[in-house]
């Protein structure tokens, strides 16, 4: 029996997405929580960062992710933060101390496209990142489900978006998030961001360098519920 990620994967090929843009395009979740946001709301999660060999605790890391003024007609302001040690080396996607980004607020639901913007190029606005996708044409797949998960004590229907990635900075990101709905900012409860990349040591050797994040959510506060 095909899983729903399977079925959605060859669904996208026989629809005929056979370019990575297609792909990306096609690949999203239902609703967007963004739609609703107010500048104040937030998420904070705890995430726990592993290096190249996935064992042992991990290092601690505190996310947060904000809805901040300077969006535009159509788009909001999301500011991310993440407090940790330091990272060495870095990875190719930006991550501590923070950085921002402006995301749509249509209710056209969640796409790659953004995901990807979100934890590998916030640099890029959404057309930025899908004319960087047709010019370098990377290898793209993603799936998608729906479940069901307790979030703060209750019971809710989560849809999982995954996507990977493989481009001129990474040999391979992966990123997957879980959303709900009533949750803040990006819906988003759960989020794995798992890269791989080559750096080159001072004696000029390459070698291969991974990082593991896991977020897991520990407060969602809305703007309005404060006043």
């Known amino acids: 029996m095909r899983t729903p990620s399977a079925v959605l994967f060859l669904a996208l090929l026989a629809a005929g997405c056979t370019t990575p843009r297609e792909r990306m395009e096609k690949l999203s979740i239902e609703n967007n929580p963004l739609r609703n946001a107010r500048e104040g709301d937030l998420c904070r999660y705890r995430a726990v960062r592993q290096g190249d060999t996935g064992t042992g605790p991990g290092v601690e890391e ?12 159509g788009l909001q302001r999301v500011d991310v933060a993440v407090l940790g040690p330091a990272r060495a080396p870095a990875s190719p996607s930006p991550r501590e101390p923070g950085y921002s980004l402006k995301l749509p607020t249509a209710d ?51 849809r999982e978006l995954t996507v990977a990635i493989h481009d001129r900075d990474l040999l391979r990101g992966t990123y997957r998030i879980v959303v709900v709905d009533d949750i803040a ?34 407060e969602s506060r809305s703007a309005a519920d404060a006043k």
């Open 62 to 73: 505190t996310w947060t992710l904000r809805v901040s003024s300077g969006g535009s007609k």
């Open 108 to 158: 056209a639901g969640i796409a790659a496209t953004e995901v990807l913007r979100l934890f590998h190029r916030p640099d890029l606005t959404t057309e930025g990142m899908l004319a960087v996708v047709s010019r370098d044409e990377p290898e793209i797949e993603g799936s998608t489900r729906t479940f069901t998960t307790t979030v703060f004590d209750r019971t809710r229907t989560a």
């Open 185 to 218: 900012v990006l819906g988003i409860v759960e989020a794995e961001l798992d890269e791989v990349w080559v750096v080159t040591d001072p004696d000029g050797a390459l070698r291969k360098e991974r990082r593991h994040d896991h977020l897991k959510i520990v």
